[in-house]
């Protein structure tokens, strides 16, 4: 069992408030520490993350999208009333290389108006991300380009792209092996 739990001491203007109980006392040091941690990742995720669209919305347009951009940009990746016609720059996706996603988001159905988009990678069988975040340019509803992205080891990686479309969030993810 731990003697202690970060941070190891309390100042002496609060010592009188710890449990004399060896095990509440450790309890009551392991809490304090979730709060030092806890508060600055509260306001970490309430923060605008970076590689996240503003939010201001467009609708697609229809005739252009997807299908005569999946020739021009290469993939089309779909999700539940979505599809994202996309294409890595420079391609293919070399390891240790910084590269972009330049995409197109393509609402199928009523739901047409494009809200915030956010592009990011993990690695799922190591349970990471990137080390680096992406940043977007371009309007949604048109050609969108995600820069900045880097895949620093090889191995299979998720590309993901968060989007908000009829004030709904959707979560599309395209699996790349990279070597």
Same mark, same amino acid.
């Given at each position: 069992? !731990?003697?202690?739990?970060?941070?190891?001491?309390?100042?002496?203007?609060?010592?009188?408030?710890? !449990?004399?109980?060896?095990?509440?006392?450790?309890?009551?040091?392991?809490?304090?520490?979730?709060?030092?941690?806890?508060?600055?990742?509260?306001?970490?995720?309430?923060?605008?993350?970076?590689?996240?669209?503003?939010?201001?919305?467009?609708?697609?347009?229809?005739?252009?999208?997807?299908?005569?951009?999946?020739?021009?940009?290469?993939?089309?990746?779909?999700?539940?009333?979505?599809?994202?016609?996309?294409?890595?720059?420079?391609?293919?996706?070399?390891?240790?290389?910084?590269?972009?996603?330049?995409?197109?988001?393509?609402?199928?159905?009523?739901?047409?108006?494009?809200?915030?988009?956010? +592009?990011?990678?993990?690695?799922?069988?190591?349970?990471?991300?990137?080390?680096?975040?992406?940043?977007?340019s371009g309007q949604p509803g048109g050609v969108m380009r995600a820069d900045g992205l880097v895949f620093h080891m090889p191995g299979r990686w998720q590309l993901i792209f968060? +989007?908000?479309?009829?004030?709904?969030?959707?979560?599309?993810?395209?699996?790349i092996v990279v070597r």
């Amino acid at each position: 069992m !731990p003697k202690t739990c970060w941070p190891p001491t309390l100042t002496a203007g609060n010592i009188d408030e710890m !449990p004399s109980n060896p095990v509440k006392r450790i309890a009551f040091q392991c809490l304090t520490a979730l709060l030092f941690i806890a508060a600055p990742l509260a306001a970490l995720a309430q923060s605008a993350p970076q590689g996240v669209a503003p939010a201001t919305t467009r609708a697609a347009d229809p005739a252009r999208c997807p299908f005569t951009l999946v020739e021009r940009l290469g993939r089309l990746v779909s999700g539940n009333g979505v599809d994202i016609a996309w294409r890595p720059l420079p391609a293919p996706i070399a390891t240790g290389k910084p590269f972009a996603v330049e995409f197109e988001v393509c609402p199928r159905g009523a739901q047409r108006e494009i809200g915030r988009m956010a +592009v990011d990678a993990v690695m799922p069988d190591h349970r990471h991300g990137m080390n680096y975040r992406p940043t977007l340019s371009g309007q949604p509803g048109g050609v969108m380009r995600a820069d900045g992205l880097v895949f620093h080891m090889p191995g299979r990686w998720q590309l993901i792209f968060d +989007v908000q479309i009829g004030g709904q969030a959707q979560r599309i993810t395209e699996d790349i092996v990279v070597r």
